[in-house]
């Protein structure tokens, strides 16, 4: 079972770089590693997923170093509008089938201010 | 495009009550999920369905039954509602099981007095 641990909250100012770390010392072979972000009274959104060194895209990065036991979504200038949680996550197999699923932990709480 | 569609998007229920919640995707998706989250915490998977035909526990599993109807639709009931049941559900779909990213709904705000 492939579990996650982040930061409880992070604080920040407008206009600067944010690093949210997560560790997942169990991750799997074949897992790949994903981040969500969640705004108040709204389901997740997916941000960015990634299997290892570094991915980007119009919203973030991911750092994945080369032994995959920890992974670092950036957030590049953030501003107020980037105040929310932010999860990340590996796969984690089900007890009798095998089968796959995504399992969420508690998450990051992000908080920018002006 | 609507995405994921959660009814009801409130319900409060007493204790003893059962209910059921609908979750519809028009993605196309094969997989959907429903989750659970209480006040200050993250997630928590109840019940998933990997495609049409099967389900699986999750996490937390006890107190509820889920159905796959078809591809689109996939309902999470309570047979006999319990305060520790009050919580936001949220369904998702993605195309499939493992690290396919999840699309989620709105969530239903459930209260059990």
């Known amino acids: 079972l492939a579990k996650t641990t982040q930061p409880i909250s992070m604080d920040s100012y407008e206009g600067q770089e944010v690093n949210i770390t997560c560790s997942h010392n169990?991750?799997?072979?074949?897992?790949?590693i994903t981040w969500y972000q969640q705004f108040p009274s709204q389901g997740p959104r997916f941000i960015i997923q990634?299997?290892?060194t570094k991915v980007t895209n119009e919203v973030a990065s991911l750092f994945i170093p080369a032994d995959r036991k920890s992974s670092t979504l950036s957030l590049p200038r953030v501003s107020l509008s980037d105040t929310a949680v932010y999860y990340c996550?590996?796969?984690?197999?089900?007890?009798?089938?095998?089968?796959?699923?995504?399992?969420f932990g508690s998450g990051t709480r992000l908080q920018v201010q002006p | 495009n609507a995405g994921v569609t959660q009814t009801p998007k409130f319900q409060v229920l007493k204790t003893g009550q059962s209910m059921t919640l609908q979750c519809a995707q028009d993605?196309?998706?094969?997989?959907m999920y429903w989750y659970r989250q209480d006040p200050g915490m993250g997630l928590r998977l109840i019940y998933y369905?990997?495609?049409?035909?099967?389900?699986d526990k999750g996490e937390v599993p006890n107190g509820y039954n889920v159905s796959r109807l078809n591809k689109r639709e996939f309902s999470l009931r309570l047979e006999s509602a319990a305060p520790s049941q009050t919580s936001v559900y949220f369904c998702?779909?993605?195309?499939?099981?493992?690290?396919?990213?999840?699309?989620f709904g709105n969530g239903t705000r459930l209260t059990v007095t």
């Open positions: 996550l590996v796969g984690d197999e089900g007890k009798d089938t095998g089968r796959r699923a995504l399992t």
């Open positions: 169990n991750i799997a072979t074949n897992d790949y």
């Open positions: 369905s990997a495609s049409e035909g099967t389900t």
């Open positions: 998702a779909s993605s195309e499939a099981t493992g690290d396919a990213p999840l699309h």
């Open positions: 993605m196309n998706h094969n997989s």
């Open positions: 990634g299997y290892k």
